[in-house]
């Protein structure tokens, strides 16, 4: 039997126990594949299907695989799941409030050097002044706002089409 033979059938026997969890053979490396709950700091709200990195490769790594899904599954039924424990470093830097991310956003701007006052305010600051400034900065945030402008217009294009919404993303 092959490895990825062996991946399937070890998918097989955990469906049979009732666990699930998945195992993934892409190339040679090895994943597990379960919902889980959504990373720290992120903005989303429910779990998804996610996968986890084994760093194991190979016939020689799928025992020690088998051994890590079963612990994974048991984490996430008994509510003990932290991804810290799984390899996931959380972000250090607290998310961020909009009007924050406003401001470093701004004076970064700014420092590119010869910009007009009038720039900053059609282009930029008429857009972002719409957003809730208090509010901490999340994809939501931003897509509710894009979605709540009219399509082909110039707010829409700022908060989108210019990467504005990927800055914000990787705030």
């Known amino acids: 039997m092959n490895l990825s033979e062996r991946v399937q059938a070890s998918n097989t026997e955990f469906s049979a126990r009732g666990l699930r969890v998945r195992l993934e ?10 919902m889980l709950p959504p990373k720290p700091n992120s903005s989303a709200v429910r ?9 194991l490769r190979g016939e020689a790594g799928l025992r020690v695989a088998k051994k890590r899904a079963e612990l994974l599954d048991a984490e996430c ?9 799984w390899g996931w470093e959380p972000l250090q830097e607290p998310l961020k409030k909009v009007g924050d991310w406003v401001q ?15 720039t900053w305010n059609r ?14 900065l999340t994809d939501t945030i931003i ?22 919404f990927n800055q914000i993303r990787g705030h």
């Open 77 to 85: 039924d008994t509510n003990r799941f932290r991804w810290e424990n």
């Open 47 to 55: 779990p998804s299907q996610q996968r986890i990195a084994t760093g």
């Open 143 to 164: 897509l509710d706002r894009i979605h709540a402008t009219n399509p082909r217009t110039k707010t829409r294009s700022q908060l989108h089409g210019t990467g504005v």
């Open 123 to 136: 282009d930029y600051w008429e857009v972002f002044k719409r957003l809730p400034q208090q509010a901490l």
């Open 104 to 118: 470093a956003f701004e004076a970064q701007w700014r420092a590119k050097g010869n910009r007009a006052e009038v």
């Open 25 to 34: 053979l892409r190339g040679q490396s090895l994943y597990l594949r379960r």
